[in-house]
């Protein structure tokens, strides 16, 4: 059968709708728009906050979203949308110095790209064991973590200083929304936060006149620092009525690289970026394993697939002076409220995706966003993503009384989170991010399975008061990953 043939069916209510399988064209064109609006927030505020163009983000999204559908031969429904998991990389990657523009942050993230497919190929051919022996959950949880975290001085060092207080309740309306709000409307809270920030932002400029507060790229001294100026919060909006309504990306970004641009590379950068590749190993595994359970199918021969899939649409995109892919948690989400699992929904998605990504004037409604509005955004989505690292210890059962997990993860923490660096000669240093999934990775199996009888007793009484040292040790020795 055709990939691009589908059952037409009409399922009763509850009933499910198989990948292979379609509604009515004007019922999946309804569902494809869901989709859309599913993974409309996350998709171009990453970009804005990475430095990149959130319309070629969007544009990318669709096409890289059809990219995977035919890779894993339409079995796999998920929509790829703009990654997270390298937006602390690109942060350090501009920090370093002026020369690493947004070319190199290209670059790099074409590299982790290509680096994830690889994986992919690895997975598909040996089996994901050897991913699972090197990157247990312990470690996967610790990196995912420290990706988060590192991201905390953006937040408070460039976003919530624009206008603290649309910044502090945009985050509480985000809180709100996303827990309180019913069924669909809790997954767009990103989206929904955003409207509500802009409108804030139009209510507070009416009421209280100017805000005096740096810009990023504004006002700048001899030093190339930004200055506090007197400025309206939606300061950009007059940009929006010079933009056409048709047209592709173009024009600069803030540090003068064009929106599409072709890679420059550096292997500070690029060693900087590769932490982000094994969170997106366990994020494309957790995800094709939960459309597995959805839709009751066996989908372990396609997780390589759907990881090399996932590598060589960052690589495409990044190509272009795009942003990196993942497969989106909210776009599963809309299958589970549904119950349409239909690749049909989500090439429609990938088209209308493609279409906003020609419209320049979306893309100037976009990048006229409040600082503000972004810091109360940011401040909870990077908090978000830290914490997907303790859910991954959680899920799994990791045991922090057993030292191999609480000491072997410690100092790659610290050292990640709290930006130690080590240098090496004059030209090159190593730290952060890169420096901190190192530590991860060599400690943890520097000391897996080569603790010593009696040893981690101070440990397992931090964690476990009531710690029985005889049944205790007999349960850990018992787990030889330390899960």
Same mark, same amino acid.
């Given at each position: 059968?055709?990939?691009?043939?589908?059952?037409?069916?009409?399922?009763?209510?509850?009933?499910?709708?198989?990948?292979?399988?379609?509604?009515?064209?004007?019922?999946?064109?309804?569902?494809?728009?869901?989709?859309?609006?599913?993974?409309?927030?996350?998709?171009?505020?990453?970009?804005?906050?990475?430095?990149?163009?959130?319309?070629?983000?969007?544009?990318?999204?669709?096409?890289?979203?059809?990219?995977?559908?035919?890779?894993?031969?339409?079995?796999?429904?998920?929509?790829?949308?703009?990654?997270?998991?390298?937006?602390?990389?690109?942060?350090?990657?501009?920090?370093?110095?002026?020369?690493?523009?947004?070319?190199?942050?290209?670059?790099?993230?074409?590299?982790?790209?290509?680096?994830?497919?690889?994986? $992919?190929?690895?997975?598909?051919?040996?089996?994901?064991?050897?991913?699972?022996?090197?990157?247990?959950?312990?470690?996967?949880?610790?990196?995912?973590?420290?990706? $988060?975290?590192?991201?905390?001085?953006?937040?408070?060092?460039?976003?919530?200083?624009?206008?603290?207080?649309?910044?502090?309740?945009?985050?509480?309306?985000?809180?709100?929304?996303?827990?309180?709000?019913?069924?669909?409307?809790?997954?767009?809270?990103?989206?929904?936060?955003?409207?509500?920030?802009?409108?804030?932002?139009?209510?507070?400029?009416?009421?209280?006149?100017?805000?005096?507060?740096?810009?990023?790229?504004?006002?700048?001294? #001899?030093?190339?620092?930004?200055?506090?100026?007197?400025?309206?919060?939606?300061?950009?909006?007059?940009?929006?009525?010079?933009?056409?309504?048709?047209?592709?990306?173009?024009?600069?970004?803030?540090?003068?690289?064009?929106?599409?641009?072709?890679?420059?590379?550096?292997?500070?950068?690029?060693?900087?970026?590769?932490?982000?590749?094994?969170?997106?190993?366990? #994020?494309?595994?957790?995800?094709?394993?939960?459309?597995?359970?959805?839709?009751?199918?066996?989908? %372990?021969?396609?997780?390589?697939?759907?990881?090399?899939?996932?590598?060589?649409?960052?690589?495409?995109?990044?190509?272009?002076?795009?942003?990196?892919?993942?497969?989106?948690?909210?776009?599963?989400?809309?299958?589970?409220?549904?119950?349409?699992?239909?690749?049909?929904?989500?090439?429609?998605?990938?088209?209308?995706?493609?279409?906003?990504?020609?419209?320049?004037?979306? $893309?100037?409604?976009?990048?006229?966003?409040?600082?503000?509005?972004?810091?109360?955004?940011?401040?909870?989505?990077?908090?978000?993503?830290?914490?997907?690292?303790?859910?991954?210890?959680?899920?799994?059962?990791?045991?922090?009384?057993?030292?191999?997990?609480?000491?072997?993860?410690?100092?790659?923490?610290?050292?990640?989170?709290?930006?130690?660096?080590?240098?090496?000669?004059?030209?090159?240093?190593?730290?952060?991010?890169?420096?901190?999934?190192?530590?991860?990775?060599?400690?943890?199996?520097?000391?897996?399975?080569?603790?010593?009888?009696?040893?981690?007793?101070?440990?397992?009484?931090?964690?476990?008061? %009531?710690?029985?040292?005889?049944? %205790?040790?007999?349960?850990?020795?018992?787990?030889?990953?330390?899960?």
């Amino acid at each position: 059968m055709s990939m691009f043939k589908w059952d037409v069916v009409d399922p009763a209510p509850g009933e499910a709708v198989a990948p292979h399988q379609r509604l009515a064209w004007g019922k999946t064109v309804g569902l494809g728009a869901q989709h859309v609006v599913a993974m409309f927030g996350a998709t171009f505020v990453f970009p804005i906050v990475m430095g990149l163009d959130p319309n070629l983000a969007i544009m990318f999204s669709g096409l890289c979203t059809i990219l995977f559908l035919l890779i894993v031969s339409n079995k796999v429904p998920s929509y790829l949308g703009t990654s997270a998991s390298f937006v602390a990389s690109v942060a350090a990657i501009r920090a370093l110095d002026e020369g690493n523009d947004s070319s190199y942050v290209t670059g790099a993230i074409l590299v982790g790209g290509l680096v994830l497919a690889a994986i $992919g190929v690895i997975v598909h051919f040996g089996g994901s064991r050897l991913i699972h022996r090197l990157l247990p959950p312990a470690v996967t949880g610790a990196v995912v973590m420290l990706i $988060g975290f590192n991201l905390a001085p953006v937040v408070a060092g460039i976003y919530w200083p624009q206008d603290q207080w649309v910044a502090l309740l945009t985050a509480t309306f985000m809180v709100c929304a996303a827990v309180l709000l019913p069924g669909f409307w809790s997954r767009i809270a990103v989206f929904l936060a955003l409207i509500f920030g802009y409108l804030l932002s139009w209510v507070f400029d009416a009421i209280f006149g100017m805000i005096n507060t740096a810009l990023p790229g504004q006002n700048l001294d #001899e030093n190339g620092v930004a200055q506090p100026f007197e400025h309206d919060r939606l300061w950009a909006w007059d940009s929006i009525g010079d933009a056409s309504w048709i047209g592709l990306p173009s024009g600069q970004l803030a540090d003068g690289i064009d929106v599409v641009h072709g890679p420059s590379f550096s292997l500070t950068a690029i060693l900087l970026v590769l932490p982000g590749v094994i969170a997106l190993v366990a #994020e494309n595994t957790g995800h094709v394993k939960a459309v597995a359970e959805m839709t009751g199918e066996d989908l %372990d021969p396609y997780m390589g697939r759907a990881i090399g899939a996932d590598g060589l649409a960052t690589a495409l995109a990044s190509s272009f002076g795009g942003s990196p892919t993942t497969t989106y948690a909210e776009n599963i989400g809309v299958m589970g409220a549904t119950r349409v699992y239909s690749t049909a929904a989500y090439y429609v998605a990938a088209v209308v995706a493609i279409l906003l990504g020609l419209c320049p004037k979306f $893309g100037a409604i976009v990048n006229a966003t409040p600082g503000g509005v972004l810091g109360g955004i940011t401040v909870v989505l990077y908090g978000m993503i830290g914490l997907v690292g303790a859910k991954i210890w959680v899920e799994n059962h990791v045991d922090f009384g057993n030292p191999i997990n609480m000491v072997g993860l410690a100092g790659g923490l610290i050292a990640g989170i709290g930006g130690v660096t080590l240098t090496f000669g004059d030209d090159f240093e190593l730290g952060g991010i890169a420096l901190g999934t190192i530590m991860v990775i060599v400690y943890f199996h520097l000391v897996k399975g080569r603790a010593g009888d009696g040893t981690g007793t101070v440990t397992r009484h931090l964690s476990h008061p %009531d710690y029985d040292e005889g049944v %205790d040790d007999i349960a850990s020795k018992g787990n030889p990953d330390t899960r």
